[in-house]
């Protein structure tokens, strides 16, 4: 198996990234309610609020168990919005990378038992490492790499 490749992210390039993704979702429906996966979504989300003039914005706090073989569905919800906000709402789900996907699948998975519609928007993609059945909406660079963002470096 090749080594995998380090990808460093600097401020400016997050910066580039975020643009081409507020480009992407301009052409788009309007989301009516912006949720940041934590902890790597909610640089980017802070970003596009900024260059969108988003101001309605939540948090999701998850964890999600996935095991060799691939996502077995548990996910903890440590913090999620109300029904009442996502119920008749699209949503924007906005997280750094799409790796497993399983986060995001089971975020989805939550918007939509509450009634909503939930649109996908990420940085990176990696299709070779995801193990669930659906694709991001918006995403701008497709890669396997390994993504090492500046707000991560001291990690």
């Not at 460093?8 to 390039?13: C, P």
């Not at 480009?23 to 609020?49: K, N, W």
């Not at 990420?122 to 390994?146: A, N, Q």
């Amino acid at each position: 198996m090749p080594e995998s490749v380090k990808i460093n992210v600097s401020w400016e390039d997050l910066d580039d990234l975020v643009a081409q993704l507020a480009e992407r979702l301009r052409a788009g429906p309007e989301p009516d309610v912006v949720l940041a996966i934590s902890r790597g979504g909610l640089v980017p989300a802070g970003m596009l609020g900024y260059r969108m003039g988003w101001r309605d914005m939540l948090l999701a706090a998850v964890v999600v168990y996935d095991d060799e073989q691939g996502f077995r569905g548990e996910a903890e919800f440590l913090q999620f919005p109300s029904d009442e906000q996502l119920r008749g709402k699209r949503v924007l789900i906005v997280d750094e990378v799409w790796d497993s996907g399983t986060t995001i699948a089971a975020v989805s998975a939550r918007i939509r038992a509450a009634g909503g519609e939930p649109v996908t928007a990420v940085l990176h993609y990696k299709p070779g490492r995801s193990r669930v059945d659906i694709v991001p909406d918006h995403y701008i660079v497709e890669t396997d790499d390994w993504v090492i963002y500046p707000f991560k470096a001291g990690k």
